[in-house]
Protein backbone atom coordinates (compact mmCIF):
# COMPACT_ATOMS: atom_id res chain seq x y z
CA UNK A 1 0.00 0.00 0.00
CA UNK A 2 1.15 3.17 -0.92
CA UNK A 3 -1.26 6.00 1.08
CA UNK A 4 -0.19 9.41 -0.13
CA UNK A 5 -3.04 11.93 -1.34
CA UNK A 6 -1.33 12.38 -4.79
CA UNK A 7 -1.56 8.61 -5.80
CA UNK A 8 -5.05 8.63 -4.17
CA UNK A 9 -5.92 11.73 -6.41
CA UNK A 10 -4.33 9.97 -9.68
CA UNK A 11 -6.69 6.76 -8.64
CA UNK A 12 -9.73 8.51 -8.30
CA UNK A 13 -8.70 9.52 -11.98
CA UNK A 14 -8.51 6.58 -13.59
CA UNK A 15 -4.32 6.89 -13.28
CA UNK A 16 -2.27 3.68 -12.05
CA UNK A 17 1.29 5.09 -10.60
CA UNK A 18 4.10 2.81 -11.60
CA UNK A 19 6.60 2.30 -8.55
CA UNK A 20 9.53 2.53 -10.93
CA UNK A 21 9.02 5.43 -13.48
CA UNK A 22 10.31 4.50 -16.92
CA UNK A 23 11.22 5.50 -20.48
CA UNK A 24 9.32 3.21 -22.37
CA UNK A 25 5.76 2.51 -20.85
CA UNK A 26 3.77 3.82 -23.59
CA UNK A 27 0.13 3.59 -25.61
CA UNK A 28 -0.75 0.80 -27.43
CA UNK A 29 1.23 -1.33 -24.60
CA UNK A 30 -0.08 -4.91 -23.60
CA UNK A 31 0.02 -5.87 -19.99
CA UNK A 32 -0.63 -9.31 -18.45
CA UNK A 33 -1.47 -9.82 -15.39
CA UNK A 34 1.50 -11.90 -13.26
CA UNK A 35 0.68 -12.78 -9.44
CA UNK A 36 1.82 -9.30 -7.66
CA UNK A 37 2.93 -7.73 -10.94
CA UNK A 38 2.28 -6.80 -14.22
CA UNK A 39 4.29 -7.84 -17.15
CA UNK A 40 4.80 -6.32 -20.31
CA UNK A 41 4.12 -8.60 -23.27
CA UNK A 42 4.79 -6.13 -26.21
CA UNK A 43 2.53 -3.76 -28.39
CA UNK A 44 -1.23 -4.82 -29.43
CA UNK A 45 0.53 -4.86 -33.11
CA UNK A 46 2.71 -7.62 -32.40
CA UNK A 47 -0.44 -9.83 -31.63
CA UNK A 48 -1.96 -8.76 -35.18
CA UNK A 49 -1.19 -11.08 -38.15
CA UNK A 50 0.99 -8.97 -40.59
CA UNK A 51 -0.09 -7.06 -43.70
CA UNK A 52 -2.96 -5.38 -41.48
CA UNK A 53 -3.96 -1.87 -41.31
CA UNK A 54 -1.24 -0.21 -39.13
CA UNK A 55 -2.60 1.10 -35.09
CA UNK A 56 -4.03 4.43 -34.87
CA UNK A 57 -1.49 7.27 -33.87
CA UNK A 58 -0.69 8.44 -30.67
CA UNK A 59 -1.62 12.13 -29.32
CA UNK A 60 1.80 13.25 -27.64
CA UNK A 61 3.14 15.94 -25.82
CA UNK A 62 -0.83 17.37 -24.35
CA UNK A 63 -0.52 19.37 -20.78
CA UNK A 64 -2.18 18.36 -17.84
CA UNK A 65 -2.82 21.37 -15.70
CA UNK A 66 -4.59 19.49 -12.72
CA UNK A 67 -1.81 17.04 -11.98
CA UNK A 68 1.32 19.40 -12.96
CA UNK A 69 1.99 21.26 -9.12
CA UNK A 70 0.22 18.10 -7.44
CA UNK A 71 1.39 17.70 -4.22
CA UNK A 72 2.46 14.16 -1.86
CA UNK A 73 2.01 14.16 1.60
CA UNK A 74 5.00 15.31 3.86
CA UNK A 75 7.82 12.38 4.20
CA UNK A 76 10.29 11.88 7.41
CA UNK A 77 13.40 13.98 6.23
CA UNK A 78 15.02 10.19 5.95
CA UNK A 79 12.44 8.33 3.72
CA UNK A 80 12.21 12.22 1.87
CA UNK A 81 16.12 11.58 1.13
CA UNK A 82 15.98 8.11 -0.16
CA UNK A 83 12.67 8.56 -2.68
CA UNK A 84 15.06 11.73 -3.61
CA UNK A 85 17.53 9.77 -4.39
CA UNK A 86 16.05 7.22 -5.96
CA UNK A 87 14.49 9.59 -8.65
CA UNK A 88 17.97 11.03 -9.27
CA UNK A 89 18.94 7.67 -9.63
CA UNK A 90 16.66 7.15 -13.05
CA UNK A 91 18.26 10.13 -14.35
CA UNK A 92 21.63 8.86 -13.88
CA UNK A 93 22.69 10.37 -10.84
CA UNK A 94 23.83 7.86 -7.70
CA UNK A 95 26.33 7.82 -4.86
CA UNK A 96 25.32 11.26 -3.70
CA UNK A 97 25.01 12.50 -0.16
CA UNK A 98 22.22 14.49 0.20
CA UNK A 99 22.29 14.70 4.08
CA UNK A 100 24.11 17.88 4.40
CA UNK A 101 21.91 19.98 1.74
CA UNK A 102 19.12 19.49 4.09
CA UNK A 103 20.51 19.67 7.62
CA UNK A 104 17.58 21.81 9.07
CA UNK A 105 15.22 20.00 7.70
CA UNK A 106 12.42 17.90 9.28
CA UNK A 107 10.20 16.26 6.54
CA UNK A 108 10.08 16.73 2.82
CA UNK A 109 7.56 17.11 0.14
CA UNK A 110 7.08 16.35 -3.52
CA UNK A 111 5.28 18.12 -6.28
CA UNK A 112 4.61 16.86 -9.84
CA UNK A 113 5.99 19.03 -12.32
CA UNK A 114 5.70 19.87 -16.24
CA UNK A 115 3.65 16.77 -16.55
CA UNK A 116 2.74 15.84 -19.78
CA UNK A 117 0.53 13.15 -21.28
CA UNK A 118 0.38 10.91 -24.39
CA UNK A 119 -3.00 8.86 -25.10
CA UNK A 120 -4.83 6.84 -27.73
CA UNK A 121 -8.46 7.50 -28.01
CA UNK A 122 -10.10 4.09 -26.60
CA UNK A 123 -12.79 4.56 -29.46
CA UNK A 124 -9.73 4.25 -31.89
CA UNK A 125 -8.10 1.52 -30.83
CA UNK A 126 -11.82 -0.06 -30.62
CA UNK A 127 -12.17 0.40 -34.14
CA UNK A 128 -8.40 -0.71 -34.98
CA UNK A 129 -9.08 -4.03 -33.12
CA UNK A 130 -11.91 -4.44 -35.03
CA UNK A 131 -10.03 -4.31 -38.72
CA UNK A 132 -7.53 -6.61 -37.82
CA UNK A 133 -6.75 -10.66 -37.30
CA UNK A 134 -5.48 -12.04 -34.28
CA UNK A 135 -2.10 -13.92 -34.16
CA UNK A 136 -3.04 -17.26 -32.82
CA UNK A 137 0.20 -18.30 -33.71
CA UNK A 138 2.17 -16.14 -31.32
CA UNK A 139 3.67 -17.88 -28.16
CA UNK A 140 2.21 -15.25 -26.03
CA UNK A 141 -1.14 -15.56 -27.18
CA UNK A 142 -1.98 -17.75 -24.22
CA UNK A 143 -1.36 -14.69 -22.29
CA UNK A 144 -4.60 -12.61 -23.79
CA UNK A 145 -6.60 -15.38 -24.84
CA UNK A 146 -8.68 -14.98 -21.82
CA UNK A 147 -10.88 -12.42 -20.51
CA UNK A 148 -9.71 -10.45 -17.66
CA UNK A 149 -5.96 -11.67 -18.31
CA UNK A 150 -4.62 -8.74 -20.42
CA UNK A 151 -4.72 -4.90 -20.56
CA UNK A 152 -4.18 -2.26 -23.10
CA UNK A 153 -2.70 1.13 -22.31
CA UNK A 154 -4.93 3.76 -23.19
CA UNK A 155 -3.47 6.75 -21.57
CA UNK A 156 0.11 7.76 -19.98
CA UNK A 157 1.79 10.56 -17.60
CA UNK A 158 5.08 11.73 -18.29
CA UNK A 159 7.92 14.20 -16.56
CA UNK A 160 11.27 15.37 -16.47
CA UNK A 161 10.92 17.30 -13.88
CA UNK A 162 9.80 17.68 -10.22
CA UNK A 163 9.55 19.57 -7.21
CA UNK A 164 10.64 19.48 -3.54
CA UNK A 165 10.11 21.32 -0.18
CA UNK A 166 11.92 20.84 2.84
CA UNK A 167 9.87 21.61 6.37
CA UNK A 168 11.67 22.48 9.98
CA UNK A 169 9.99 20.70 13.14
CA UNK A 170 7.26 23.49 13.36
CA UNK A 171 6.29 22.74 9.49
CA UNK A 172 8.01 25.95 8.20
CA UNK A 173 9.18 26.07 4.80
CA UNK A 174 12.98 26.22 4.72
CA UNK A 175 14.92 28.16 2.34
CA UNK A 176 17.26 25.71 1.01
CA UNK A 177 20.88 26.50 -0.26
CA UNK A 178 20.47 25.26 -3.88
CA UNK A 179 24.29 25.95 -4.27
CA UNK A 180 25.29 23.24 -2.79
CA UNK A 181 23.03 20.76 -4.42
CA UNK A 182 23.95 22.16 -7.52
CA UNK A 183 27.46 21.37 -6.35
CA UNK A 184 26.48 18.11 -5.67
CA UNK A 185 24.98 17.51 -9.21
CA UNK A 186 28.05 19.37 -10.81
CA UNK A 187 29.60 16.25 -12.29
CA UNK A 188 26.01 15.38 -14.13
CA UNK A 189 25.35 18.78 -16.05
CA UNK A 190 22.07 17.18 -17.70
CA UNK A 191 20.10 17.55 -14.27
CA UNK A 192 19.31 21.47 -13.55
CA UNK A 193 18.15 22.66 -10.21
CA UNK A 194 16.25 26.11 -9.88
CA UNK A 195 14.44 27.46 -6.90
CA UNK A 196 11.26 29.57 -7.06
CA UNK A 197 9.76 32.37 -4.80
CA UNK A 198 7.65 29.42 -2.76
CA UNK A 199 10.70 27.74 -1.70
CA UNK A 200 10.32 25.19 -4.14
CA UNK A 201 13.40 23.50 -5.16
CA UNK A 202 13.22 21.85 -9.08
CA UNK A 203 15.10 18.95 -10.28
CA UNK A 204 14.79 18.88 -14.03
CA UNK A 205 16.27 16.01 -16.50
CA UNK A 206 17.08 15.60 -19.96
CA UNK A 207 14.61 12.74 -20.15
CA UNK A 208 11.29 12.13 -20.00
CA UNK A 209 9.92 9.04 -17.79
CA UNK A 210 6.41 8.11 -17.36
CA UNK A 211 4.76 7.13 -13.82
CA UNK A 212 1.20 6.09 -14.69
CA UNK A 213 -0.74 5.11 -16.97
CA UNK A 214 -4.31 4.04 -17.90
CA UNK A 215 -5.32 0.66 -19.42
CA UNK A 216 -8.45 -1.39 -20.64
CA UNK A 217 -8.93 -4.65 -20.71
CA UNK A 218 -8.11 -6.80 -24.23
CA UNK A 219 -8.83 -10.60 -24.75
CA UNK A 220 -8.78 -12.97 -27.84
CA UNK A 221 -12.10 -14.61 -28.55
CA UNK A 222 -12.39 -17.71 -30.95
CA UNK A 223 -15.89 -18.22 -31.70
CA UNK A 224 -16.66 -20.52 -34.91
CA UNK A 225 -13.62 -20.89 -35.69
CA UNK A 226 -12.02 -17.69 -36.11
CA UNK A 227 -10.52 -15.23 -33.56
CA UNK A 228 -11.28 -11.73 -32.98
CA UNK A 229 -9.56 -8.96 -30.40
CA UNK A 230 -12.53 -7.90 -27.48
CA UNK A 231 -12.29 -4.90 -25.41
CA UNK A 232 -14.06 -5.59 -21.76
CA UNK A 233 -15.49 -3.73 -19.02
CA UNK A 234 -13.64 -5.72 -15.87
CA UNK A 235 -16.10 -6.26 -12.51
CA UNK A 236 -15.14 -6.85 -9.07
CA UNK A 237 -11.68 -8.47 -8.06
CA UNK A 238 -9.30 -9.59 -10.22
CA UNK A 239 -6.91 -11.09 -7.87
CA UNK A 240 -4.23 -10.48 -6.14
CA UNK A 241 -4.45 -6.92 -7.91
CA UNK A 242 -8.21 -5.36 -7.60
CA UNK A 243 -9.33 -4.16 -11.14
CA UNK A 244 -11.70 -1.09 -9.99
CA UNK A 245 -13.86 0.75 -12.66
CA UNK A 246 -11.99 4.65 -12.57
CA UNK A 247 -14.21 7.75 -12.49
CA UNK A 248 -14.74 10.37 -14.66
CA UNK A 249 -15.51 8.15 -17.47
CA UNK A 250 -17.83 7.76 -20.03
CA UNK A 251 -20.37 4.85 -19.58
CA UNK A 252 -20.07 4.12 -23.47
CA UNK A 253 -16.26 3.52 -23.43
CA UNK A 254 -14.00 0.68 -22.35
CA UNK A 255 -13.78 0.80 -18.56
CA UNK A 256 -10.21 1.50 -17.73
CA UNK A 257 -8.70 -0.39 -14.64
CA UNK A 258 -7.52 0.74 -10.91
CA UNK A 259 -5.13 -2.38 -9.70
CA UNK A 260 -5.67 -1.64 -6.35
CA UNK A 261 -6.46 2.10 -4.75
CA UNK A 262 -3.36 3.37 -3.17
CA UNK A 263 -0.99 1.39 -4.66
CA UNK A 264 2.09 1.73 -6.22
CA UNK A 265 2.13 -0.99 -9.65
CA UNK A 266 5.29 -3.21 -10.31
CA UNK A 267 5.55 -3.11 -13.86
CA UNK A 268 8.15 -5.67 -16.00
Given at each position: ???????????????????????????????????????????????????QPKPPEIVQDQSVAEISGLETDKFELG???????????????????????????????????????????????????????????????????????????????????????????????????????????????????????????????????????????????????KARFKLNKPEGPIAPMKALPSTLISPN????????????????
Open positions: MCKDKSVSHLNELGWNVVRLPKENINPLLTLSKSNSYLETLGEISDFVIEDIGLKFLEKFLSLVGVAGLGLEASFKNAESIQFAYQNVLTDFVYPVKIGKYLLSVSPDVSSPFMEHINEEGEAYIITDTLRSNTFGIVAYDEKGVKIDLDISALKQLLSATPHIEVSKDEKKVVSFKGDKFLRFAFKAIGVWVEIRDGEPTPVIFGMNTLIRLK
